[in-house]
């Protein structure tokens, strides 16, 4: 067995749906029905989540492989199986996903009043979809997960959402899955070659050059969307702004790892010369990500708006990451992955408690917050910063070794990619001082009250984390050491093997 | 140890005022933090003079991890050398007394707890700095102090000046921020560390290393230098990145004394002397320093002969004293630079204090045209700033006659191009300096009184909290200089600085400038008291002549005003084309980008419209599109197979 000594990744995985099955069964008044809901969906998340510690906690961070692997088989003529398994690429995004649900819940304990057992219901089958995703080992299993993350969010936003909910929903359908149906074709085609699905195969076949572009193309056309990079984030502003806030919150916090998470555990090692030839395009487009979007986003006038462009910069950052194969630049890209799940999911929460109370997202609606929410001030102030990745603050650390890692490629890969350091500070500050400072002038301000002990419940942690992770990062670049540097070590062998090959044909 | 407790003081008194202000009140907020402060100094004092003059010996104390990724490693350390020990006896000295002037200076204002969190907060941040063993950490002050400056700036949040000013430093600040991040990563890359000991033992290994940029290949020392200096630039208000400094004034006076004048802007003179044993393998990027101090020295001097707001004067002043001691880096005189920053920091954290109490006794009066015959009613305030601009215009014995004539000295025995170009920038600057200082003095304090009747009645000598720092400055003021000269920057310097300082063995700038011909050392001196006798004749006996010579040049006078047209030239050149830019940006998002899928979508919803004509029901029809299908797949595979 595991190191767990029971299968808990599948646990993990599948508690979510039991809680989700409990919520089914209660029925009575509307109001019962509704409260019982919430308290279920909580107290099942929290169980996950202290579950999950047990890979925080049982993780061997000297091991780069594989690890509380469980294999059943389950299409063996087809060499298909039912495989999760964890690796220190994957294991925080499982912990990342555990530890939002729980806030998410929490964060719509009062926002969410229509049919919350469904909603509940929703947020925890999205639970299941998003572990399950992040521990496949096989293929085709995560394909069906991955593919799966869409059902609940797209009933989150089209159900839950802002008035537009139905055009942001459906566009988040379509846009992602159109995507995902190339990757299919793509896991078809490595299917007929490798004869199996299973991944840790899959990632040491060695496909043609020549496939290998069609493959990454195919790839790409699915996790560029879910990045998402430039010119494929159009749906991310519009699902962001109609989700309701914990819709928002998970989007940002772990479903936009997704893609990012795919380059890495696909792109990346199974097709590593197409990675390498691809990637100039790849920087580039993350450049004009960065830059084009941090531009956008100073043009807003919507609070979620501007930060989900600010999202679409920061993917910029990661993208680059990945594709600069080497540790520095693969660490920090996997750093910003996480700090910005962290980071980000707290300033859509942070948009969201002033939205909860006055109702709308506009910018210049509001002012002079400080006087009467100083707390909150407070809390925006550290995110904002991290946001603009002050040291010291979780958003500092992966920008900074993207910077290193991009360094190595070329002076104005690095600059122009961290332009971000420049511009998020522009737009932050914008946001921050037009919303927090100023003077309290408006009527409906006057009254407004300062974090209620739910919502410093819900930020303590983020608040925590973001410190923690900026101040003692180790403590979580120690998981993903030994695995990145196996990765990059594969990719480097890998891509001297080709030419050496092309060395002998010649 | 003395170290430790020095640095983390500050940031404990930070968090009390700042987390549990509103439990414990302001007075205790002020007790904590104040007395975290003095702790502080006590310990930073010990730290140095053990160094010095004890037996303590240099070291590093390694606090913890902080980022580690492959190679690249970074702790939380504290490192005890002269450079570090000298910069935190100072910061904390002058924090301390900055703190305790502000129980009197804030003492109107509705959130005291706050103002003391985060000036502890900045002390923290700014001892981070300075202590740091390696450039990230450095990096981290750097952000740190970048972040309170920020926080002070836009302290009076509800005065949209205040807050503009505060963004735009931050904003600006991070310009330069972005060159240096990119040069620690090009240091890594060529050293494959990033920790001072571990840089400066590869020196000889790498110099002739090479790093390719802009097409051609450039020498990795010199590409280093600049990236650095570019962040220099930034934090320390140099030509074409100073534009924040004089805006910087919008927060309260004891943060300009602290973070603008003493210590935040001269951590960009830190860097350059902790780089030092790099950057003196780097000339042409050393070249590139020295012109760009001299033309700030010389520019921030004219614009400062012409401005009105009192704390305005002094912040182009302090712009051009950086520039000073940038000149003296620049030229491999990186003790002389030091020396200069240690003075600078008393006399001029002296004059702003000397300002805000004038300020406080005008009723928050900042207008010099405004100002006037108060010389008699607050005497203490006035002799201290008397003290303050004697050092400042460097008449000996005071403080900067030792440190500003070292940096001519420097300038001229360098015999570089650049380096007399630096020469003779500062030396017109030393004329300026001397005008600016005395018209100051003579505006504010004498002559007729032009404020209006209820102001002049209430004019007061400001209470002992405020002329305590002022007394304890001013006496550094006059000390620093003279006590200090022969150690700092003598033959001898080798036994203060110990091997905190490097320089290469082809850098002997500290003996040439015993060397230089009289007439260059008394030349700053003699320029000085011109200075002061031009201003006593332009406002003290004949008051027409500034009037009639700003109608006689307009032009000049005008673009001396305007600080030389640097903000308007942002704002039509960066600014506006940016904000432009984002708003047709976020137009082609919508309408292009946006519009590209939304029209692929439009068109499978028409396109399946006239398909659903296709649903005939006719069993034939549908045979045969099976048919076709089964061609195109078997045709596929054969192709592909």
């Known amino acids: ?506 | 140890m003395l170290l430790a407790v020095a640095v983390l003081a500050p940031l404990f008194g930070s968090m009390i005022a700042g987390l549990l202000g509103r439990a414990i009140g302001d007075r205790a907020a002020q007790a904590v933090t104040i007395l975290c402060m003095l702790l502080a100094s006590v310990c930073g004092v010990s730290a140095f003079v053990s160094l010095v003059y004890g037996s303590a010996t240099p070291g590093v104390v390694v606090l913890g991890e902080w980022v580690s990724a492959g190679e690249f490693h970074a702790n939380w350390a504290l490192r005890y050398d002269t450079l570090s020990a000298v910069m935190v006896a100072m910061v904390t000295c002058v924090a301390t007394l900055i703190h305790i002037y502000s129980i009197g200076y804030m003492s109107h204002d509705k959130s005291i707890a706050r103002f003391f969190s985060y000036l502890s907060l900045f002390t923290f941040a700014m001892l981070a700095l300075v202590t740091a063993d390696n450039l990230l950490q450095l990096f981290f002050g750097w952000e740190g102090v970048g972040l309170a400056s920020y926080l002070l700036i836009g302290f009076w949040y509800d005065r949209p000046a205040a807050r503009a000013a505060a963004m735009k430093a931050f904003v600006v600040n991070r310009i330069g921020d972005l060159g240096f991040a990119a040069g620690i990563a090009l240091i890594f890359f060529i050293f494959g560390s990033i920790e001072f000991s571990t840089i400066f033992a590869g020196l000889s290994q790498h110099v002739n290393d090479v790093y390719h940029v802009l097409g051609t290949d450039f020498r990795a020392y010199e590409v280093i230098g600049i990236l650095l200096f570019i962040g220099a630039m930034g934090k320390s208000a140099q030509l074409g990145l100073h534009v924040w400094l004089p805006d910087a004034m919008e927060g309260p006076t004891p943060v300009s004394a602290l973070i603008h004048a003493a210590t935040m802007v001269t951590a960009g003179v830190f860097l350059m002397s902790r780089m030092s044993p790099l950057l003196d393998f780097a000339p042409g990027a050393m070249h590139f320093v020295t012109f760009m101090g001299a033309s700030t020295a010389l520019f921030a001097a004219t614009v400062a002969c012409t401005q009105n707001d009192i704390k305005r004067v002094i912040a182009y002043s302090t712009c051009s004293q950086l520039g000073y001691m940038f000149v003296a880096a620049g030229v491999g005189a990186y003790q002389v630079s030091m020396f200069h920053l240690l003075t600078h920091a008393f006399f001029k954290a002296l004059l702003f204090l000397g300002a805000g109490s004038v300020i406080h006794a005008m009723s928050n009066e900042q207008d010099m045209r405004k100002m006037g015959g108060i010389w008699k009613m607050i005497p203490l305030t006035y002799v201290a700033m008397w003290i303050g601009n004697l050092a400042l215009a460097g008449v000996p014995p005071f403080a900067g006659y030792f440190s500003k004539d070292a940096i001519l000295e420097a300038a001229w025995a360098s015999h570089s191009l650049v380096g007399h170009y630096g020469f003779w920038c500062c030396l017109i600057a030393a004329f300026l300096t001397a005008f600016y200082s005395w018209r100051l003095l003579i505006m504010t304090f004498h002559g007729a009184p032009r404020a209006d009747h209820h102001t002049m009645e209430h004019v007061h000598e400001s209470p002992w909290a405020m002329t305590v720092p002022l007394i304890l400055l001013a006496a550094g003021a006059v000390l620093t200089g003279f006590s200090f000269a022969d150690q700092i920057i003598g033959e001898d310097w080798h036994a203060f600085w110990g091997d905190a300082i490097g320089v290469a063995a082809s850098n002997h700038i500290l003996a040439d400038m015993a060397a230089v011909p009289a007439v260059v050392s008394m030349a700053p001196t003699v320029l000085g008291l011109l200075g002061i006798a031009t201003a006593y004749a332009f406002y003290m006996v004949w008051p027409a002549i500034p009037g009639r010579l700003a109608a006689s040049l307009p032009g000049l006078y005008r673009f001396l005003l305007n600080k030389w047209y640097f903000d308007e030239l942002y704002d039509a050149t960066i600014v506006q084309p940016a904000s432009r830019l984002a708003r047709r940006l976020w137009r082609i998002d919508g309408e292009v980008i946006d519009g590209m899928p939304n029209g692929v979508a439009r068109l499978t919803a028409d396109g399946s419209s006239q398909i659903v004509k296709l649903q005939t029901g006719s069993i034939a029809n549908y045979a045969f599109a099976m048919l076709i299908g089964v061609v195109a797949l078997v045709s596929l595979y054969l192709i592909v197979g």
């Not at chain 1, 969307?225 to 989700?243: C, N, S």
């Open chain 1, 1 to 506: 067995m595991n190191q767990a000594g029971f299968p808990i990744l599948t646990l993990l995985t599948f508690l979510p749906l039991v809680g989700g099955a409990i919520i089914l069964t209660v029925r009575g008044e509307e109001a019962i029905v509704a409260s019982n809901a919430r308290w279920t969906a909580l107290w099942t998340s929290l169980v996950v989540f202290a579950l999950s510690l047990i890979l925080w906690v049982k993780f061997d961070s000297s091991n780069g492989g594989f690890q509380f692997v469980e294999s059943v088989s389950w299409l063996p003529q087809a060499g298909i199986s039912y495989k999760m398994g964890v690796d220190g690429i994957s294991v925080l995004f499982v912990l990342l996903s555990t530890a939002l649900t729980p806030i998410c819940i929490l964060a719509s304990w009062e926002s969410i009043t229509t049919r919350v057992r469904e909603y509940m219901l929703a947020f925890l089958v999205l639970e299941t979809m998003m572990v399950g995703m992040f521990c496949a080992l096989d293929f085709l299993v995560f394909y069906m997960f991955f593919e799966a993350v869409l059902i609940p969010m797209y009933l989150i936003i089209g159900i839950w959402g802002g008035p537009r909910r139905v055009y942001a929903a459906v566009k988040f359908f379509l846009y992602t899955l159109a995507g995902s149906l190339l990757m299919l074709l793509a896991l078809l085609f490595m299917w007929n070659t490798a004869h199996t699905t299973d991944i840790e195969v899959l990632m040491h076949t060695a496909f043609s050059p020549h496939m290998q572009t069609w493959l990454f193309l195919a790839f790409f056309a699915s996790f560029a969307v879910k990045v998402p990079m430039w010119p494929f984030h159009t749906w991310l502003p519009d699902a962001h702004v109609e989700a309701p806030t914990a819709g928002s919150v998970i989007l940002a916090g772990v479903l936009l790892k997704m893609g990012a998470y795919g380059f890495l555990r696909f792109s990346v090692p199974m097709l590593p010369d197409a990675a390498v030839y691809f990637a100039p395009f790849i920087y580039t487009l993350s450049v004009v990500a960065v830059i084009y979007t941090s531009l956008v986003a100073l043009a807003q006038t919507d609070m979620k708006k501007l930060i989900a462009y600010s999202s679409v910069a920061h993917m910029g950052v990661v993208t680059i990451g990945i594709f600069t194969f080497n540790v520095q630049g693969v660490s920090g890209a996997l750093f910003q992955m996480l700090s910005h799940g962290v980071v980000s999911a707290a300033l859509f929460l942070c948009v969201g408690v002033v939205y909860d109370r006055i109702h709308t997202r506009e910018i210049l609606r509001y002012g002079g917050l400080v006087d009467r929410m100083p707390a909150y001030a407070l809390t925006f102030m550290l995110f904002t910063m991290a946001s603009i990745g002050l040291p010291g603050t979780a958003g500092f650390v992966g920008e900074f070794l993207v910077l290193v890692g991009a360094f190595k490629i070329s002076l104005w890969l690095s600059v122009l990619g961290s332009a971000g350091m420049i511009l998020g500070a522009v737009y932050m500050l914008y946001l921050y001082r037009r919303v927090v400072f100023g003077k309290l002038e408006k009527l409906d301000l006057k009254g407004i009250l300062d974090l209620s002990p739910r919502e410093i419940a819900i930020f303590a942690p983020l608040v925590a984390l973001t410190l923690w992770m900026g101040i003692y990062p180790s403590s979580f670049t120690g998981f993903f050491d030994a695995a990145v540097g196996q990765m990059v070590e594969h990719h480097q062998a890998a891509i001297a093997a080709t030419s050496k090959l092309a060395g002998v044909m010649r």
